[in-house]
């Protein structure tokens, strides 16, 4: 199958600072991004849609000017927790889809806030 | 919106037996149900899914039956083996959602040696 890749795998920042997270997909081009979140033994909720070179659409309750989204080129997409609190460690994950069903999910990224 | 429930939310199986975990969904213009497999701290992956024009698709261990009329599909898994051990997800997928998934709430999956 697919493959996306994500990084960092794990991140610890001080609260108030930003942090970058990157998806990629590495041998395909993804036409849509989507970004997830998920708490522990919990689903995963989606928190937006990125298409390329396109505003993101953001779920309700997903604050845009604290998860920034940017899908710059076909393989990449990037979502910056802005001033982050503790509340925002999570374990976040990106998937990534180039035809009209399947996603393929990033491995995952663990914040942790302190 | 899509609503997607998932049952049992944890299910312990002997090793060698079957496993089936359920769903029903809410939108019935959803027209494609994948299935993912997460083991602790890994990504979701795709393990099995079927569309909207199919009854049942099979794979290996591994089958999935859709009722449409009914809307809901299920996920079995024969001959369980340890390794199957895992949170597995439904989900659904309307018509011009933009392809977005809903997820169902997950079952845990343990097979007993």
């Known amino acids: 199958g697919a493959v996306v890749s994500q990084h960092p795998s794990r991140v610890i920042c001080k609260s108030g600072t930003s942090v970058k997270i990157e998806c990629r997909s590495l041998d395909f081009q993804a036409t849509t991004m989507f970004w997830y979140r998920q708490f522990p033994k919990k689903s995963l909720m989606l928190m937006a849609t990125s298409n390329e070179g396109s505003k993101a659409t953001y779920e309700q309750g997903v604050e845009k000017d604290k998860f920034l989204i940017n899908h710059a080129s076909l393989t990449l997409s990037t979502l910056t927790v802005t001033s982050a609190h503790p509340e925002d460690s999570s374990f976040y994950i990106c998937?990534?889809?180039?035809?009209?069903?399947?996603?393929?999910f990033g491995p995952g990224t663990r914040l942790t806030v302190t | 919106g899509e609503n997607v429930e998932q049952h049992p939310s944890t299910l312990s199986v002997q090793e060698g037996d079957s496993a089936v975990i359920k769903c029903t969904y809410s939108d019935s213009a959803s027209n494609y149900f994948p299935w993912y497999k997460q083991e602790l701290g890994k990504r979701p992956q795709l393990i099995i899914d079927?569309?909207?024009?199919?009854g049942e698709k099979k794979d290996q261990r591994i089958a999935v039956t859709l009722n449409k009329t009914a809307k809901h599909f299920s996920l079995h898994i024969t001959e369980t083996q340890p390794e199957d051990s895992a949170v597995y997800f439904c989900a659904a997928t309307p018509t011009g959602s933009a392809r977005q998934l809903t997820f169902g709430s997950g079952t845990q999956l343990t097979v007993l040696p």
């Open positions: 998937s990534a889809t180039g035809g009209p069903y399947e996603q393929y």
């Open positions: 079927i569309r909207s024009n199919v």
